[in-house]
């Protein structure tokens, strides 16, 4: 499928670039590819392989860029205002750690211990410092890798490069999630599953969090689909061909994969995850319909074609999650006293 992507102009990087920076885009893909895999990156070792191998590629494209002054599409100034707040972020959480805050601000925790140990402790905001700082530097790296993808991303080759690799891999690992689903559900990644075993969560451990990637692979898909259906429709249009005939062969392939990785996601029964997916299709396609100036017939048709297929796949393999749609978001499962803590 991304050997067709390819034929139809997914040809990433400008010559100019170089050899090293075509290597560097690469490694990216395969990095973006391969996060979900140990378990979404979220154990401490996955966390810190992703935040090494960001921090690798940092260095390496500053060094690339330094070299090809024309790899560095955004200027600086671009993400001063975001960088700041993004920053403040980052610096919020480490000042919890510390006891520069107002000692009224402290966990009681602190107190409570120091009572019980017999001596005086340095408290702070947050009961665990080095998770606090842990969780910061993961936030550094997941910038680090927005940064590459805006910088690669401003050309429009490398933007539908990086959007096929997310297809793909999306499509990819729901296809394990169903394998596994169906074969009883009883491992990840060949380990025995301890958490959701009812549900889908592919090589992911929370239906939350795979039902989020999920979610965002349909949409890149989606994007996609649009894309070249828009464009062909007009090349189409010219030639005087059926729209189905002008059709690339890859359309086809990742409409198949939205349907697998749709099923997958209603097998999470998550909630959230078909929420957020569902305002995320509608946003796309109202936005689309707003800026077509002509044909807009036939994107109102598509949008309802998208939203009814996924109804009936939805009644057809998530009545669970259709179900729980229903019920109260609190019911028999203590959340709302979890909000009020909070």
């Known amino acids: 499928m991304f050997s067709d992507a390819v034929s139809i102009g997914l040809k990433p990087l400008a010559k100019s670039d170089g050899k090293f920076s075509k290597?560097?885009?690469w490694a990216f893909l395969l990095?973006?590819?391969w996060v979900p895999l140990p378990l979404g990156s979220n154990r401490p070792w996955s966390w810190s392989f992703l935040s090494f191998s960001v921090g690798i590629l940092l260095i390496l494209w500053a060094f690339a860029a330094f070299r090809h002054p024309s790899m560095a599409k955004l200027p600086g100034r671009v993400f001063v205002f975001p960088g700041v707040l993004f920053g403040l972020v980052i610096l919020w959480a480490l000042v919890q750690t510390t006891m520069l805050t107002?000692?009224?601000?402290?966990?009681p925790l602190w107190q409570d211990?120091?009572?019980?140990?017999g001596k005086p402790l340095n408290s702070a905001i947050t009961t665990d410092r080095e998770t606090a700082i842990e969780h910061a530097l993961r936030l550094v790296a997941y910038a680090g890798i927005f940064w590459i993808?805006?910088?690669f991303g401003r050309d429009p080759s490398n933007a539908r490069a990086i959007l096929w690799c997310i297809s793909i891999a999306a499509i990819a690992y729901a296809s394990y999630g169903l394998s596994v689903y169906t074969?009883?559900?009883k491992t990840i990644l060949g380990y025995a599953k301890w958490a959701n075993t009812g549900d889908l969560t592919s090589t992911f451990v929370g239906r939350a969090a795979y039902g989020a990637y999920a979610g965002m692979g349909i949409?890149?898909?989606l994007g996609l689909v649009l894309h070249s259906v828009s464009q062909t429709a007009r090349s189409a249009a010219k030639e005087g061909q059926r729209l189905s005939e002008a059709l690339p062969p890859s359309i086809y392939c990742l409409v198949c994969g939205a349907i697998v990785v749709t099923i997958a996601m209603m097998f999470t029964h998550s909630r959230g995850a078909l929420l957020v997916t569902a305002i995320g299709a509608a946003v796309m396609l109202s936005i689309l319909i707003g800026r077509a100036n002509t044909r807009r017939k036939p994107l109102i048709a598509l949008s309802v074609l998208v939203f009814g297929s996924g109804f009936v796949i939805l009644e057809m393999s998530g009545r669970a999650t259709l179900g729980r749609v229903m019920q109260l978001a609190h019911q028999g499962t203590g959340r709302d006293t979890v909000h009020e803590i909070a």
């Not at 107002?102 to 966990?107: A, E, Q």
């Not at 211990?113 to 140990?117: P, R, V």
């Open 113 to 117: 211990a120091a009572k019980i140990l």
């Open 219 to 221: 949409l890149t898909i």
């Open 23 to 25: 290597l560097l885009f």
């Open 149 to 151: 993808a805006a910088q």
């Open 102 to 107: 107002p000692i009224d601000w402290h966990d």
């Open 31 to 33: 990095l973006l590819a």
């Open 183 to 185: 074969a009883g559900n």
